[in-house]
Nanobody, 122 residues
């Protein structure tokens, strides 16, 4: 079992920055693909960024590429998402997730955090 707890969400103005953190317990993260999904109001959950366990390099959705940076610290068992140049359309609940393989589909991830709200005002 893996327990994931997100922190760092909040309200920020457009153009601002936020850093989300995910703390994991139960198992070491380095054996898992770790990802940040997000669910905007009234929309489906989507993959924002992922760090695939196979070491193929980070993945970013086109909508966040160049603005978001995913990073993990295997020693601390944490996963971060640095978000810059935030836009109102980045408003969503952000979820940390862990799973096996390399997939953009939420169904492929076994463990989920409770989510943290990010609101970007215009």
């Amino acid at each position: 079992q893996v327990q994931l707890v997100e922190s760092g969400g909040g309200l920020v103005q457009a153009g601002g920055s936020l850093r989300l953190s995910c703390a994991a317990s139960g198992r070491a993260l380095y054996t898992y693909t770790m990802a940040w999904f997000r669910q905007p109001p009234g929309k489906a959950r989507e993959l924002a960024a992922a760090d695939f366990w196979a070491g193929s390099g980070p993945y970013y959705a086109d909508s966040v590429k160049g603005r978001f940076t995913i990073s993990r610290d295997n020693a601390k068992n944490t996963l971060d998402l640095q978000m810059s140049s935030l836009k109102p359309e980045d408003t969503a609940v952000y979820y940390c997730a862990a799973g096996r393989g390399s997939s953009a589909l939420s169904a492929a991830y076994t463990y989920w955090g409770q989510g943290t709200q990010v609101t970007v005002s215009s």
